[in-house]
């Protein structure tokens, strides 16, 4: 995996400890439950009916730590996939990872 500075392009190469998770909807995928939320779940995720396109997912952590995502514009397969063509600076990267720096 790498971390890329996206303001300098300066570039690290990080070793996965685990199992890559692509994050997708498998092809096979079935309705499963619904439950009132926060009932039961720590992670609610919203699609929809037709296609499974997501809509919107929220994370809860404890009672003062929520994140919710929401998903607008989505189209059908990628436009460019260039954007995950790492830049020619990664091919020197460095294998630690980089510091963080703020938002």
């Known amino acids: 995996m790498f971390q890329i500075d996206q303001k300098t392009k300066d570039c690290s190469k990080i070793a996965l400890t685990?199992?890559?998770?692509?994050?997708?909807?498998?092809?096979?995928?079935?309705?499963?439950?619904?439950?009132?939320?926060r009932q039961h779940e720590t992670w609610v995720g919203v699609y929809t009916l037709k296609d499974c396109y997501p809509v919107q997912e929220t994370y809860v952590r404890n009672s003062s730590v929520t994140t919710s995502t929401r998903f607008f514009n989505l189209q059908l397969g990628i436009s460019d996939p260039d954007v995950f063509t790492p830049p020619s600076t990664c091919q020197s990267a460095r294998p630690e990872r980089m510091s963080e720096s703020g938002c």
Do not use: G, V, Y
């Not at 890559?20 to 009132?36: G, H, L, Y």
């Open 18 to 37: 685990e199992a890559w998770d692509p994050f997708d909807i498998p092809a096979n995928s079935t309705f499963e439950d619904q439950k009132p939320a």
